[in-house]
């Protein structure tokens, strides 16, 4: 079988290229669907990755390939449609949260599964709302769900989750959890997920990349990375207190 996901070498400069690239020589593969944590200290560029693995920038140097297939060789927008990327902050766009929910199939012509959405809604702690009011009034960690809820509507072999339960409570974070690792094995969803919560990288991943000195410093079994990180810069981070919790959502 192909692998999900490689990439071989990758580069990004710096904006203006001055100076040392942000990161280079990144490489890594996901041989088989799987979840993976992408960890490291703020301005790594971690959600810069994501975004180059999603086709919403470019690569100064090396290859990114999906099943086999460089992103060279494949048009932008069916790229898209297999690679989602889940924002740090989401946005929404004008009009009512459905409108919101159906953009993705209007953009892609393909069904929109009414009922997915409405099996999935009180699922991720969403039942409460109103489809039909402005999607402009949701809270932060509202608009994170329904930006997932997007993009889960498209059934794409990769997603990549850039922190995307960091505004959330507890229980709303566990839903949100629960319903990702349902949709991993049932699905065969790849995940990449950007996060500051060792506990859900535990709990979830089953591998962890960890950037650091401007490029992917360790790539580990995530038991393995946790117990016996093989870098100096990787067993500081883990060694952080636990995230101060519960923060409100900016709305
Ligand atoms: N070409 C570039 N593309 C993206 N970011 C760049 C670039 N050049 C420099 N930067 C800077 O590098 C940093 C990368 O940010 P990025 O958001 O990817 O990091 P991050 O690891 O996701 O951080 P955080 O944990 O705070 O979200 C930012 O400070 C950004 O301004
Ligand atoms: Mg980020």
Redesign the pocket.
């Given at each position: 079988m192909n692998p999900v996901l490689e990439l071989h070498n990758v580069k990004?400069?710096?904006?203006?290229s001055e100076g040392t690239p942000?990161f280079a020589n990144v490489s890594a593969q996901i041989a088989e669907p799987a979840i993976v944590a992408l960890l490291?200290?703020?301005?790594?560029?971690?959600?810069?990755?994501?975004?180059m693995i999603a086709a919403l920038?470019n690569a100064?140097e090396g290859h990114i390939r999906l099943h086999n297939v460089s992103r060279r060789e494949m048009d932008a927008r069916q790229w898209r449609m297999k690679v989602c990327y889940v924002a740090?902050q989401s946005v929404m766009l004008q009009g009512s949260i459905e409108q919101n929910l159906k953009t993705v199939s209007l953009l892609h012509r393909i069904p929109y599964e009414d009922k997915l959405v409405q099996h999935l809604l009180p699922r991720l702690g969403l039942a409460h709302l109103d489809l039909s009011k402005s999607a402009d009034r949701l809270s932060g960690g509202e608009k994170q769900r329904i930006s997932l809820l997007r993009s889960l509507l498209l059934h794409p072999a990769v997603l990549l989750l850039?922190?995307i339960t960091a505004s959330l409570d507890r229980g709303s974070k566990e839903m949100v959890e629960q319903v990702l690792q349902e949709w991993h094995h049932q699905e065969g969803t790849t995940i990449i997920m950007?996060t500051?919560d060792f506990e859900q990288a535990r709990q979830m991943s089953k591998a962890v990349w960890f950037?650091g000195e401007g490029t992917l410093l360790e790539n580990s079994e995530t038991a393995a990375f946790f117990e016996h990180p093989s870098s100096e810069l990787a067993r500081q981070y883990i060694m952080q207190p636990p995230l101060q919790k519960e923060q409100p959502c900016p709305s």
């Open positions: 990004k400069n710096r904006h203006g942000l490291g200290v703020s301005g790594q560029g971690k959600s810069t990755l994501l975004r920038d100064d740090q850039d922190e950007v500051h950037m």
